[in-house]
């Protein structure tokens, strides 16, 4: 099969992906084998790219976002049929036993293997999951859609959850970091109900499609917005913005900060936590996560806007994600580059 390789992190710069040959994979029992059609590109993927994340599997395929069908089965697989079309998505593997496993919290399971960082992911034309960690997709919904709802979408979605706005329409959120996550979240919160303030440091095409997706107010990375704020979610990986924020929430409001990475949070005054505002993290999602997710976006029709790339142009595709270049979301189309 034909693949995206990282045999060490370096700067996307220096186009570390190369496109090569490899075996494709042999399946255990309980995991299936998957023909891929398309993989959306995430921040994530460029911290496993350029080391932000600690190498944990070398070489590596990188990828998460994966859509494609199922090509043959392990013997112990019974909840997927050969052809069908299925996503998958960051978390790989979990251990089933742990006390977070147990209690529901497999998101924070400490043995967990994620695609595209401890288990080759889907910048490739074929890929291996387990069965149990796979999402049926809805015929409905087509590849390029579905691709970015895997991760962008799925995290966005615990992100939006874990700020609590879901119980009352008509509340403030904000959005800080506007690319694949935050113009998928803003679809679901107005859905919701919710007025969304966007701040982000692009105008040509992140505050652009801020506006054409109905946000109350666009501004600038650290701009103050008109209004205070229910509740936030950063989804920039900049540690600079925590305390601007912070400044923005009204009393007992929560921020998220929705990255895997972040540069480091400068200190700030206690006053800005002061009245019970709350400050806290996500750690990747549950399946549960994203079986609700899906159902969701389904019955929002959600359609994420899109710019494809071959698998041949993998480097470039990170390179634009880097530096803000794409509207939406960047998705690799695999049989384009093979």
């Known amino acids: ?25 042999e399946i255990a029992a309980d995991e299936a084998r998957i023909a891929i059609s398309v993989c959306a590109i ?35 697989v019974t909840e997927l049929s050969l052809g069908q079309r299925v996503g998958v998505a960051w978390l790989h593997r979990t251990c089933g036993a742990c006390r977070f496993c147990r209690s529901g919290r497999e998101n924070l399971c400490e043995s967990a293997d994620f695609t595209g960082w401890t288990a080759d992911g889907g910048f490739a034309t074929e890929i291996k999951a387990p069965a149990a960690f796979t999402y049926p997709l809805p015929d409905d919904l087509p590849d ?20 609590g706005i879901d119980a009352w329409p008509g509340a403030r959120l904000g959005l800080y970091g506007f690319g694949a996550a935050g113009h998928i979240a803003i679809q679901v919160a107005r859905g919701r109900g919710a007025d969304v ?14 506006s054409e997706l109905g946000a109350a107010w666009v501004g600038g990375a650290v701009d103050t917005p008109p209004v205070r ?4 979610i950063i989804f920039a990986p900049a540690g600079e913005i925590v305390a601007p924020a912070l400044a923005a929430l009204d009393a007992g409001g929560t921020l998220v900060l929705g990255g895997i990475h972040m540069s480091p949070i400068p200190s700030f005054p206690y006053e800005l936590i002061y009245r019970e505002r709350v400050l806290r993290s996500v750690a990747n999602n549950t399946r549960a996560d994203g079986r609700e ?4 976006a389904a019955r929002l029709n959600l359609r ?4 494809t790339f071959s698998l041949a142009e993998a480097n470039q595709a990170l390179i634009a994600l880097k530096h803000d270049a794409i509207r939406g979301a960047g998705v690799l189309v695999i049989e384009e580059g093979c």
């Open 229 to 232: 704020l229910d509740a936030a």
């Open 197 to 210: 303030y966007v701040c982000t440091r692009d105008r040509e095409r992140h505050q652009a499609l801020a």
């Open 304 to 307: 994420p806007h899109v710019r």
């Open 42 to 76: 995430c921040r994530t993927d460029l911290h496993v790219v350029e080391g932000e994340l600690p190498a944990r599997r070398s070489p590596v395929i990188p990828g998460h976002q994966v859509v494609g069908r199922v090509t043959e089965l392990g013997a112990d």
């Open 1 to 25: 099969m034909k693949a995206c390789v990282l045999s060490a992190p370096a700067p996307v710069t220096t186009q570390p992906l190369q496109v090569r040959d490899v075996p494709s994979p």
């Open 293 to 296: 997710f899906l159902t969701e």
């Open 144 to 163: 390029l859609a579905a691709a970015p709802l895997l991760c962008a979408g799925i995290i966005g979605f615990r992100a939006l959850k874990l700020t």
